[in-house]
């Protein structure tokens, strides 16, 4: 599917109705302990790193059921723990990939973290890939997809300039705003990825006509029919009539 950014971020307002007292808080608790640790020299930036990725896994599983009309609790901000091995591999295999592209260039830096941001939902989804492979269905998953996610984010950054002026209070709604956006997006592409494409049948080849005529097989020549032979019948032979003395011949008398 390719359904336009504008109408993902309506489809979020929508699916946040009623449940922002639960959504606000549980992210409120996700971007504090990620700026607490942020602060905190070396030991915090550690315990920020190991953390940060089962953090992640959480808000994106939240933000899945938010998108999905599931019963969501502020406990399952931290729920990514429960999958702490594949959450801390996948963030650290991202942040690595994306600082190798970034020494080339800034832009390919951008494209990398485009790539992989699927990872997480891939994850959540499929509890029995490990983290490299979720990070390649990413990659495979966002091909054709990369300008419609920077769109979105472009206008998620134009949205945080805007939340700057209301002194950050903007960012409460702001934030899971984004993140159940981004769950939508993810459905989208996903339903769009794993339709098939119509399978066109190969068009047969004309074949021969057959002909339905019987093939004449030649017999052997041992099985030749051979025609009788017709012995020729012998020639009657005509006695010569015996003569008289006188030269007459003797005919019987009449």
């Not at 009309?69 to 723990?81: D, L, R, S, T």
């Not at 973290?113 to 269905?137: G, H, K, Q, V």
């Not at 012998?234 to 011949?249: D, H, L, T």
Request: with cysteine; charged share 15%; proline share 7%.
């Amino acid at each position: 599917m390719n359904t336009k950014n504008t109408v993902l971020m309506q489809m979020a307002r929508e699916s946040l109705k009623g449940k922002w007292t639960v959504a606000i808080p549980a992210f409120l608790i996700f971007l504090i302990i990620s700026m607490v640790l942020g602060f905190i020299p070396f030991v915090g930036q550690i315990v920020s790193i190991l953390v940060a990725g089962p953090l992640v896994l959480g808000a994106t599983i939240l933000s899945l059921n938010i998108s999905r009309g599931k019963e969501i609790e502020v406990g399952q901000i931290f729920e990514g723990f429960n999958d702490f091995g594949r959450s801390l591999l996948a963030y650290i295999l991202m942040v690595i990939f994306i600082l190798l592209w970034s020494l080339l260039l800034l832009i390919p830096g951008i494209i990398a973290a485009i790539s992989y941001s699927m990872t997480f939902y891939i994850l959540a989804e499929n509890p029995s890939i490990t983290a490299n492979e979720a990070i390649d269905m990413s990659k495979k998953m966002m091909y054709g997809y990369k300008m419609k996610m920077f769109g979105l984010s472009l206008m998620f950054f134009l949205l945080g300039i805007l939340c700057i002026f209301t002194l950050g209070i903007g960012f409460l709604w702001l934030y899971p705003y984004m993140q159940v956006t981004m769950a939508k997006f993810y459905e989208d592409i996903k339903g769009g990825s794993q339709s098939e494409s119509p399978k066109v049948e190969p068009i047969p080849s004309p074949e021969p006509a057959k002909d339905n005529t019987e093939p004449v097989v030649a017999e052997p020549v041992s099985q030749v029919r051979e025609e009788p032979k017709v012995e020729p019948q012998p020639e009657a032979k005509v006695e010569p009539q015996a003569e008289n003395q006188g030269g007459e011949s003797l005919e019987p008398a009449k």
